[in-house]
């Protein structure tokens, strides 16, 4: 896809503010594209927003919440006349032993990484699908292997998956579906763990993590910029030193 088409084309990113929804933000809108940024951190997308100027614009939504998505949709029409993209993004890596007294991290997770994208995308379905759009959901290497204490969580990246390989086959042509599964990067995900002698060795994985959300980000606008005929369907991405 050429610059000039690149041009004006919306990107809806869920989970924009922090990592690599914000540095996906920062890469799509360099490239051309208008962005609206979702997230719950209201004050961090209206501080991206501001940072990134004309073509950017902040929308508080929950993916948990489908009132606030439809909201989101609405204004994203309304600023921008519709979506081309979205960026299925929004996300939370809550390891630890399997255990009942950590149920409610389970349902976090699946409500969020799981349930989250399914309802953004069935919201937003019609603006992609309305033109020619692009589906791009964040997975992880956790949806194609599942370790010790990341079982609910590799569970949600595994659907992720499936749930994208389907959809592939019955949106094409219309809409093109590329699933992203990064190993570790760069980002504040270990923090949100609760199991805490997970988290401290989660963190120090993380400390010396040599993939940035930048790295990430480019690599979904590259796929973006693939000309209309050709479609990125899947792309693994891990730190060179990454075993697993």
């Known amino acids: 896809m050429s610059q000039d088409q690149q041009q004006g084309r919306v990107a809806v ?3 924009a503010s922090s990592g690599i929804g914000a540095a996906t933000a ?10 609206a940024l979702l997230a719950r951190r209201t004050d961090r997308i209206k501080a991206l927003a501001d940072e ?6 902040a929308c508080s939504a929950d993916v948990t919440d489908r009132d606030s998505l439809v909201a989101a949709a609405e204004q994203v029409r309304q600023e921008f006349g519709g979506t081309d993209v979205l960026v299925n993004n929004a996300g939370v890596m809550l390891l630890g032993p399997f255990s009942a007294e950590r149920r409610a991290d389970y349902r976090t997770m699946i409500e969020v990484n799981l349930l989250g994208a399914i309802t953004a995308t069935e919201v937003f379905l019609d603006q992609l699908k ?3 759009g692009d589906l791009v959901n ?7 292997v599942a370790n010790a204490g990341s079982s609910v969580y590799a569970a949600t990246k595994f659907g992720i998956n499936g749930w994208s390989e389907s959809l592939r086959k019955e949106l094409l042509p219309d ?5 992203i599964e990064p190993g570790v990067v760069a980002t504040e995900l270990p923090t949100h763990i609760t199991h805490e002698a997970t988290r401290q060795g989660a963190q120090q994985l993380y400390d010396v993590a040599e993939v940035t959300a930048e790295d990430v ?5 590259f796929a973006l910029q693939r000309p209309r ?3 990125v369907h899947e792309i693994l991405l891990r730190p060179a030193g990454q075993a697993l």
């Open 138 to 144: 964040i997975s992880s290497v956790a949806g194609r």
């Open 229 to 231: 005929h050709l479609a």
């Open 175 to 179: 809409v093109r579906v590329t699933v």
């Open 52 to 57: 990134l100027g004309d073509g950017a614009v």
């Open 13 to 15: 990113i869920t989970g």
């Open 217 to 221: 980000a480019e690599v979904i606008t």
């Open 26 to 35: 920062r890469s799509l809108h360099a490239a051309g594209y208008r962005v």
């Open 130 to 132: 309305d033109g020619g």
